[in-house]
């Protein structure tokens, strides 16, 4: 077993111990559906900004008939708090009006699938297959996962893409979805993009970016 296979085991056995109960998506949702529309509209925003205003926004537009029939200013009003919220809306009503045309109202259950649908990447589409399907077909990186990473020495890049593929190929494909969770959740609590709290952080000891220099190295 390669270094980084041994030390993404240790990292995941540590962080479920720490972080078991945030292993899922924080967006508020009831069916895949909503899922995807909140996932889209979480782009450059936070989760519990999203959270907000979609509840509201699902009583009016139940599912993707009810999006589709709509046109993206009647968005407005439900999602104008968020950034770029004129792009999400006319993504969301694109994105209903393929699944109502070409997929009967269901979401697919592929990458190749769900990437075809406006606003939808590849983050967003390993979001709603993991916590809407329980399918691991990549790791959504997102930029908690960026800086952790990269940190914990399993990348050097910034490249979304190249860090998903670093990822997945040192981690057991049932561990995908987790990985993203509890790296998202390290992210939140301690690693931060613009501060470490190292000293309150549970990999502190074999983590190359710490500041107590204390770093073990993991057999």
Known sequence: MQSNERLIKT????LKTRYRKEMHTSLNHETPLQLLVATILS???QDTQVNKITGRMFRRFPDAKA???????????????????????KNIVGAARMLSYEFNGVIPRSIEELT???????????VVLSNAFGINQGIAIDTHCVTVS?????????DPEKI????????????????SHLFIALGRDVCTARTKHCDRCVLND???????????VVK
């Open 11 to 14: 990292l995941l056995k540590r």
């Open 43 to 45: 782009a450059q925003s």
């Open 67 to 89: 999006f589709a029939e709509a046109s993206p200013h009647e968005l407005y009003p439900y999602i104008k708090t968020l950034g770029l919220y004129r792009g999400k809306a």
């Open 116 to 126: 075809r649908l406006p606003g939808v990447g590849r983050k967003t589409a390993n």
């Open 150 to 158: 990269n940190r914990l020495g399993l990348v050097h890049t910034k």
């Open 164 to 179: 998903e593929g670093a990822i997945m190929r040192i981690t057991p494909m049932g561990e995908w979805g987790n990985v």
């Open 206 to 216: 074999i983590c190359p970016s710490s500041y107590l220099k204390t770093v073990k």
